[in-house]
């Protein structure tokens, strides 16, 4: 008999390669969705699908007693929002929510890996050469940021939960929506950067990611927190060099003021002050888009789990691009 999982924003970009990770696992996998949420991209796959009440806790007992999970898996989450309140009802309030429904249920959990972000612990100065590190003093500069600590902060205080937390740097890969952008504007013969300040980032591929989760559900290890990156820090223009190698473009590169995209961020808020969603470039992300520093140390997972990036950033964007060009994205 399969052991089960139960994989929160399933139908989302990492929650679609996390269920594929699952389902090679050898795991049977119970998807949670929205009743709204577009789940034709997982139809491939041998799933089933189910839906949580977050806000109501004795509905998600019932839900999690009748199913029997041995892992849960909770990835869902918002990444724009109009309000730190929005932020943390949903990326911290769910989150303790679903954990506190996971320890009163008569259920044989293993392991619940909470899909955090290096958001929580936030940039530091482009000057340190010290990488970040899961006990890096927490200082993010973003609602979203500070929401998922606070969901670590109430995850931290279930010691009875067999707790493992995933912090990933900017994710990429096939079906990611915000990266893309870039990548699009770069095969336009576009490349923009806000400011000519210089920069460290990392990156991790979203099916290194999806392994990741797959080797914290077989660990050992409880209440355990891991940055999740391929390794690498790159400077602010390694992107788009790969990126124009790969498809083979030329781009003019230009430096937009950072004034001048603040006020552009402000436009565009406002613009979607009376729609239920945010812009990708918001006040909020352009503090995580302009920081100087987000190279990151994954010494701990490597040693804890066992974990090796299978993709640097080359190899990642080479896989990317060709599924955005056989899609019809690119």
Known sequence: MKERVLITGASGFVGHHLVEAAVQAGLEVYAAVRPSSEVAHL???????????????AALVKELEEKQYHYIIHAAGITKAKS??????????????????????????????????????????????????????????TAYGKSKLLAEQYLAELKDLPL????PTAVYGPR???????????????????????????????????????????SEIHHAYYNVSDGNSYDRYALATITKRILGRKAIRFHVPMG???????????????SSKMPALNKEKLNELAAENWNCSIDRIRQD?????????????AHTL?????????
């Not at 139809?43 to 806790?57: A, G, R, V, W």
């Not at 001048?260 to 009376?274: F, I, K, N, Q, S």
């Open 43 to 57: 139809q491939n796959f041998d799933i089933h699908y189910t839906s949580l009440k977050f806000n109501d806790s």
């Open 84 to 141: 730190e309140q929005e932020y943390n009802s949903v990326n911290a309030d769910y989150t303790q929510k679903l954990a506190l429904a996971a320890l009163e249920a008569d259920i044989p959990l293993k392991k619940f890996v909470f899909i955090s972000s290096l958001a929580a612990l936030g940039p530091v100065v482009y000057s340190d050469t010290t990488p970040i590190h899961e006990q890096s003093k927490a200082q993010p500069v």
């Open 164 to 167: 493992v937390v995933l912090r």
């Open 176 to 218: 990611e929506k915000d990266i893309f952008i870039v990548l699009k504007t770069l095969n336009l013969g576009l490349e923009p950067y806000i400011s000519n300040k210089p920069q460290w980032l990392s990156f991790v591929y979203v099916k290194d990611l999806a392994r990741a989760v797959i080797q914290a559900l077989g």
């Open 260 to 274: 001048v995209v603040t006020v552009m961020a402000r436009l565009l808020e406002a613009a979607y002050a009376t």
């Open 305 to 317: 789990l066992g974990f090796v990036p299978e993709y640097d950033l080359e190899k990642g964007l």
């Open 322 to 330: 060709k599924w955005y060009k056989e899609n019809n994205w690119l």
